[in-house]
């Protein structure tokens, strides 16, 4: 399994070649492990833009000197607890995005609420959503996906792993698997696709193919659905 074997990937921090007008885009992802398939998370910011709340990557603008605002760039991920190894940079036209592979030191459920100033998104929320929960995402961070689809799936050998679908749900952590469908054999999950209020929302990830169009989703085995914040 891997992730960003990517040959357009600057692999040295110190061959970055800023401008005056460069932003760096600060790109903390996650490996998490399912009972299906391996899945990322990336660390996104909320921040407030003309009055609207968004989700971007963290990202810091050019100071002055590159070692300056590489050094700004690490007091930022020094903040932070989990081990951190860079895993190469991309550039987009004068910007550059700076990918950080994090490793958690706890498998402890993050709870986020509307005073949460950073969550761990799923591609899934990040590409097709555009917002998590009720937040949207800005329009730097989707869009390099689809300018980069290489980045949106890990690999294993030659082959991309399919990426769960999110889904939202009100009910408490006791009460998610509390409607089995005998007839089918399934249980049944209603996913919330209007959150107004972010307190006390479950998000779960599913490995599906079945469509989303409707809000009630339907899956076989316990194990197929995670729990991934409360």
Known sequence: MNYLNNKQLISNINHIN???????????YKINDNICNPFLTFLLYKQTIHKQDLCSFLYIHFNKTKQKTLN?????????????IFKGAIQLKEHFYLFYEF???????PKYNSHSLLFWSTIYEIIHLQYIFNIPIHYSTFSFFYTFPKCIHLKYFKNNIPYPQIIYSLKNINQIFSYYDVDNQ???IKHESNIIDINNVLR???FTNEDFSGNNIMFKHINHLQIISE
Do not use: A
């Open 186 to 188: 399934c249980y049944i």
């Open 103 to 109: 490793e958690s030191t706890t498998d402890k459920i």
């Open 18 to 28: 800023p401008s005056e007008n460069s932003t760096f885009f600060i790109c903390p």
């Open 204 to 206: 779960c990830i599913l």
């Open 72 to 84: 700004e760039i690490n007091s930022i991920l020094s903040k932070f607890n989990e081990t951190q």
